[in-house]
Nanobody
């Protein structure tokens, strides 16, 4: 049973940067599809970024493409999300997740089995 813990959230001004990390325990998630999702107040949870099993492919929502970068560190069994040029609309609780089974699309949250507890990101204008 993989357990995920996010860290790195906080308060930042618009235009600033934050780096989120996701640490796995209870097993390796290096070779699983991994992703970041977020949920803003009053909105449904949405896909932000994903990375393939091999790490060779990455995926981004249109709203963060060019500003965010997902990466993994297989030696540390971690995943990160570098967030640059942050906007107030990026304010949300950010969740890391991984999929132990087949994944039809890395953007589909229903394909993910394991989730972290979330970390708050607040971007002030």
């Amino acid at each position: 049973q993989v357990q995920l813990v996010e860290s790195g959230g906080g308060l930042v001004q618009a235009g600033g940067s934050l780096r989120l990390s996701c640490a796995a325990s209870g097993g390796s998630f290096n070779w699983l599809v991994k992703g970041w999702f977020r949920q803003a107040p009053g909105k449904t949870r949405e896909f932000v970024a994903g990375i393939s099993r091999s790490g060779g492919s990455t995926y981004y929502s249109d709203s963060v493409k060019g500003r965010f970068a997902i990466s993994r560190d297989t030696a540390k069994n971690t995943m990160s999300l570098q967030m640059n040029s942050l906007k107030p609309e990026d304010t949300a609780v950010y969740y890391c997740a991984c999929a132990a089974g087949p994944v039809g699309s890395p953007t589909n949250q229903h394909d993910y089995n394991y989730w972290g507890q979330g970390t708050q990101v607040t971007v002030s204008s």
